[in-house]
């Protein structure tokens, strides 16, 4: 059953999600790996994060370029933490991405990354299951370790 | 029964809506106002949108500062003519929410005006409604005129 | 007899515009295309602008970059609505020319979509004239709905 | 009969453009001052540019905020030398009206000085008018000297 | 003993940490508040972070303007959580403390803020928090639920 | 003898000089062209500015990326009209070049035309020399005619 | 005899230099301050850079807001390490003169410290001397301990 | 033994060093190079700068992208003067390495020169070095000279 669930707004950004599925792959951590557009497919956003904590996620990576609304939009519907991914698309670099994921009114908030550091968001991920699974713990720490030696 | 939906995302910004509303009462068209987040309130969001068009709106002006999702988020739940106005809140003038309403995925269009443009709102609500209406298209014609000789 | 009007400032800019000509042909809304610049062909843009209405046409859409001043200018000249698209062109991803499309001044509304998404363009134009004309609104509607299932 | 003539989009602005008036008056240019919106009175915008050179007019200051499209937009009517003065109105501090004035396409040039920096433009009126009358390059001269020994 | 422990980079900004205060109490979630400079004092920002786990902490939310690269170096010395908050000093309204924060290399995350959103700091490590502790998650949605009928 | 003197930063820019040296050739403008860097050679460029007016000179086209001080030096050096063309050179896309150009100090003025736009900075060179020489004059208007009708 | 040059663009500068003042004497460091405009006095500034070594300076601090050119300029004139300070002036909260300070071309250095930071303007040039005379050494090493106590 | 102590946050930077080795090479300045991250390998980023000055190192440069916390860090652990290079990484073009680097917090400066700008880093060294050695003095005069006359 998956801890973390991945949502991407486009098909065409899948290849960007890679990095974040080889650290869960590495770490162990089980992923699920939607595409759901928050706009085009509003309906289906918004069942996806009210179903996603009985289903056993417990942490959502929610990736997305341009105006890039799907983290908030999902953290609107859901109180599990959302890690926001701005991704560089269009003209702008992802600053747009960028501002749209992390300036969240008070009150509902969306724990944004680095532009396109799939990485990051997955590493994060881990650091937060850390804290209940040991497993997860250990594999962190290792990983950080044989980072650190390379 | 209104014909422009407006709708701000906070009620500390309903002073920022004024000049909207001066104009449209200037130009006679029928309009209501509501304060809804999209994100603390997203179910309420969501019914607003969906019901709108039954209720007669034609045209939905949505206000929001920092991420600024509202008006997007409406627009994904409704096809009609949604107008963005950006306001500056926070420390980045406006930006931020400005690249959140404008840089929509392609498929969902918003309508974006300038930051704190209120006045350009309403007008521009007022010459897509003047399409239609003969009323609001003399009033429309008028008001350019006067403006043109002040 | 064409209702929406497409207007770019520069022939080498025709190319971006591609996606508004396919939706608005998929949703069976008829349209001209024309190259005025605003300010290389300043009585031609004023000549477009001011004859537009009576020659049936009931939404603008202009396109610019750089300074970008068509849809602002044509915008001052006719009260039908304007749909600003900003595009790419030169060293600032399109910044300039967002700017120069949306800072309108109180009194002279341009409604602005995101930097290139000409797809977006052609959509507000269809749900501006949706208002109007039953037939564009069940192919708004049919559009949405596919858009969501793919 | 005035050499230089100072248009301003909005009367608001005038008294950013006071510096300005107090140059050219110090160094004995004549020149006369409009209020002219581009927008809201694009015929009266016209009206000015394409008489300006008839009444002896040889360079234009354009002041404008926001969008800032009367510089270009006299420009596109008119091949007198046209300097824009990028006023720093509304949340951007300028950089809208700056990037809307000096990213002006090939063929239509507008001399661009630093935001609010009424000042440069009348000077580098000054500085033009120079080179064709002698009594202008003494003023010059003198005041560059007096500048550079206070 | 605190299971959250809130940074911040200097004495003068502890005004802006009080609505993260704020919520962890409302919450009932026991912190610590400490201020540390990261580079002023990197000894002591070391030695914060290497023993934080061991003194109980799960989450630590890390305060600073400028520069602020407190949270990316007590995330280069613990696994924990960093939820980074920037703060707006000096005169580039926080996009400083904000690209310094989020723009993590690959390896070492951090969670990143809106600005000044001290209460989403908060609220961010409650959603972590939750994910472990059944009453911290009933509080959690208790202030979802309170703030949507708001 | 040359009128305008073009001078460029680094030999690198040269290419993007071209457009200015095709435009002055076509409206028979005699300029000339120099390399001349304002930092690794200042004694070089304060030769220049000085002698510049007394060897015929009317107006200074100075091109520079980067930090594009080559204008503002000039400028400081000379009261002959000092046209300031920024490069795209570097990691920026030319705002730091346009910065640096425009945003001179009350006192000494730059023309700031835009980013890599030679052709402007050859046209508005031209525009100020049509004031003092007829055949300048009526090449400019054929120029603009034609521009228009194409 | 002083081995720190401080030079400031504008008399109406002087007031930020202050913590800079209080640095060098605090560390035992003496200094001369000069007000000198790049632009408006160029002759001054290339005199006080070209004789700044003879006069036994060893480091010159150069503060200017705007277009900044002043440390660039001197460290066109002189191999000494210029450190340049952007001062924030005007509308752009010191962007511009950031930019103009630190984008440099290759072959002349500025060493480019943070926006109105004086003191570490200061620090810096102290740090530079230390390499040099032990007592400098030793204040700097003390001011930093006590610093890290505070 | 290396007076130079140049360090870079990742194996794939150090192409981007060469110019920086280059310059001093050609001065005659003995350097050390070491890849060392400042967030994967803080232990031995802190190791570096305790010990760089006992080593014999007399100036660092830091050269780092994305968050480029390094030349800060190393600069919050050692009081020799470090030089900053921001580098272009990832989607920003080194502004958010620009303004990491540029805006320490007061009490620990770091000397930021341009993006990519490794020759500018290596000359500010030399210039620093000069102070203190003769043989530097002479080469960098020479450099100049050189420069100048090419």
């Given at each position: ?13 899948l ?29 289906k ?38 890690i ?35 990485k ?31």
């Amino acid at each position: 059953m998956p801890l973390v669930g991945i949502v991407v707004g486009s098909e065409s950004d899948l290849p960007l999600l890679q990095p974040a599925q080889d650290i869960l792959n590495q770490l162990g951590i089980a992923y699920e790996l939607k595409t759901i557009s928050a706009h085009r497919q509003p309906e289906k956003a918004r069942e996806y994060a009210l179903t996603a904590q009985q289903r056993g996620i417990e942490v959502i990576i929610a990736a997305a370029g341009l105006a890039a609304h799907l983290p908030g939009v999902l953290a609107g519907w859901t109180s599990l933490p959302v890690i926001g991914l701005p991704l560089a698309r269009g003209e702008l670099g992802g600053i747009d991405a960028f501002l749209s994921i992390v300036q969240m009114p008070p009150g509902i908030p969306v724990a944004c990354v680095g532009i396109n550091n799939a990485k990051n968001a997955a590493l994060l991920a881990a650091e937060i299951l850390a804290l209940k699974y040991n497993k997860t713990q250990e594999a962190c720490q290792k990983y950080r370790q044989e980072q650190a030696e390379r």
